[in-house]
């Protein structure tokens, strides 16, 4: 093909190259937000310790867009693809092809190359394509707006620390002979019951 009709069909080529991206990446990205939200909804329910890193899944369908262009550029239109699309386009009936195939520099001014260059470009229709990533950003928004559970704290802690408490008090009690040795008695029993049952939570959560 002559340099000029070379030029004249890129805007073509470009063209055709967009429509081959949005006719796959929103499925791409619809299930890259579908995914990213399950993992958002897990790390929401039952990871806590990674809900920091829940943001940076919005980047999802910009990884999808990335994995989306070697898949486009395999499947991308050739040079010839390219020229007998224009051929159809203009109503050349295969000359425009020929002329390709045969590299002729003699066609170079030719009014068939000058009419490859008013080649109607194909419109891009990609709201169809794109009607199921909506539906999926809405999945994704509930799942990240989702209430991050937080782990009950072990009441452990606040029952030894009383038994240490009430320990300490009866210490106290004890040096100033403010107790008769059947409350003393009585106490004791009680700081160890609060202990055993602190010492029973810890094994229990353990297992």
Do not use: H
């Not at 990205?29 to 890193?53: D, E």
């Not at 295969?94 to 170079?108: H, I, K, S, V, Y």
């Not at 509930?142 to 030894?160: G, I, K, M, T």
């Amino acid at each position: 093909m002559p340099v000029t009709g070379e030029n004249a069909l890129r805007p073509l080529a470009r063209r055709l190259a967009v429509g081959l991206f949005l006719d796959v990446w929103p499925a791409w990205a619809a299930g890259s937000l579908v995914l990213a939200g399950l993992v958002t909804l897990i790390c929401r329910v039952f990871v806590p310790v990674a809900s920091s890193y829940v943001a940076w899944l919005w980047l999802a369908p910009g990884l999808a867009a990335l994995l989306v262009i070697p898949v486009c550029y395999r499947r991308s239109y050739s040079a010839g693809d390219v020229v007998a699309l224009a051929d159809s386009l203009t109503g050349g009936r295969g000359t425009l092809l020929a002329l390709f195939e045969t590299g002729d520099r003699g066609w170079r001014d030719s009014a068939l190359v000058a009419a490859a260059g008013a080649v109607r470009l194909p419109r891009l229709r990609p709201w169809r394509r794109l009607a199921v990533v909506p539906p999926a950003l809405a999945f994704m928004a509930a799942a990240f707006w989702l209430p991050q559970r937080v782990p009950r704290p072990s009441d452990a802690p606040l029952a030894q620390e009383m038994a240490n408490g009430l320990a300490a008090t009866l210490t106290g009690l004890k040096q100033e002979q403010l107790v008769t040795p059947a409350e003393e008695q009585r106490l004791d029993e009680e700081i160890a019951r609060i202990r055993r049952s602190a010492e029973r939570r810890v094994e229990g959560r353990r297992r």
